[in-house]
């Protein structure tokens, strides 16, 4: 039997350089494929000449990584999840093609100046989603879709699972340093500690959650949650965008508008939904979950609030001081340089 799925993708493009690459979102099989790819400008600063024109490689890398990664869904997820052992494969896989790649740009007109700079670096966050319906039991315990997510990252794209009992829930640890937890790094803005690229060693780090249907797992570049007070705000995001919506086109839509509004980075964002009877099911399954996290927001919104409202009367009190401080200086000035000499010139 084929179970319904519900796909979301959205690509945003903030600062003009483009260098997340477009989001993986296809059905291999019977396997659902995702994944999100996020050059790294800063290491990848090097140029390279295009056909299109001179790009970085942080817009070449993310590209050419998230090739190498469908083909190797298409070969590898065709009769189910890809054993735990071929996380290696793919490791290799990308290394191989990605040197490959690195020597033929070089080739061509590459600029890289810094042994400091990584080549082609850019992160990965990929998952492959089986769904297998298990049929009912003597006792009259009903069928259920049992769910298993294969999933691969690098750098600090992420991937997630969202169910309405748990909500949002982080599957892949960040690669970086120091090891901040999810809101600690809001502030820290810690660097990446383990990426691919083409001319330093990486590691891609790989593991399974398995479960019951319904589930979303989505897959995002650190744009779409990167901005945010919290990751309780990530979630209601997500939340109240699906609950105002009707369809999951519009609440495709209605997402990638709220991220684009906070966002300060490119922002790349894949998803798929399983176990559900349509959209309209997904969000009344989901309406419970939503009040949970709007109750828990609330306070923080109204704190919020209040911070904004106190920094705008502390500019307006700052700005009234300094003119009482000009105005009051005109009135007594008189008095204080009264016999105050004058020198040649007005020199010291």
């Not at 979102?25 to 295009?50: K, R």
């Not at 169910?163 to 970086?176: C, I, K, S, W």
């Not at 923080?300 to 609030?305: D, G, H, P, T």
Request: charged share 25%; with cysteine; aromatic share 10%.
């Amino acid at each position: 039997m084929k179970t319904p799925r519900l796909y979301l993708s959205f690509q945003i493009d903030k600062e003009g350089s483009a260098e997340d690459a477009p989001p993986l979102c296809e059905t291999v099989g019977e396997i659902s494929c995702l994944g999100v790819f996020d050059g790294l400008g800063g290491s990848g600063a090097a140029s390279y000449q295009t056909p299109n024109g001179r790009v970085s490689g942080a817009y070449l890398a993310s590209r050419k990584v998230r090739q190498v990664v469908r083909d190797w869904m298409r070969q590898n997820c065709t009769t189910g999840l890809p054993a735990e052992g071929k996380t290696v494969d793919l490791e290799q896989y990308i290394k191989k093609e990605l040197s490959d790649y690195a020597h033929s740009l070089s080739s061509s007109g590459g600029r890289l100046r810094s042994s400091m700079l990584r080549t082609l670096p850019t992160t990965l966050a990929v998952l492959a989603v089986s769904v297998r319906e298990e049929p009912p039991l003597p006792d009259g315990t009903p069928s259920n879709l049992k769910l298993s997510c294969r999933y691969y990252w690098a750098g600090d794209s992420r991937c997630y699972l969202l169910t309405p009992e748990n909500g949002v829930q982080q599957l892949t640890r960040d690669n970086l340093k120091g090891s901040p937890d999810a809101l600690e790094n809001l502030s820290t803005d810690a660097p990446v500690s383990n990426c691919i690229s083409a001319n330093k060693p990486f590691q891609i780090f790989s593991s399974v959650v398995n479960g019951v249907a319904p589930a979303v797992f989505f897959t995002a570049t650190d744009g779409c949650f990167g901005y945010l007070p919290s990751p309780l705000f990530f979630e209601e995001m997500l939340l109240e965008t699906m609950a105002q919506a009707a369809t999951e086109q519009e609440w495709e839509s209605l997402l990638r508008d709220r991220v684009k509004q906070v966002t300060g980075d490119d922002a790349t964002f894949a998803a798929v939904c399983v176990g559900f009877d349509g959209f309209l099911h997904m969000r009344e399954r989901f309406a419970y979950r939503r009040k949970f996290i709007a109750d828990l927001v609330a306070p923080l919104r109204a704190y919020q609030n209040r911070c904004e409202q106190l920094r705008k009367e502390l500019e307006k009190a700052e700005q009234d001081y300094a003119a009482k401080l000009h105005s009051s200086w005109s009135f007594y000035k008189t008095g204080y340089e009264r016999i105050l000499p004058h020198l040649p010139g007005g020199g010291a």
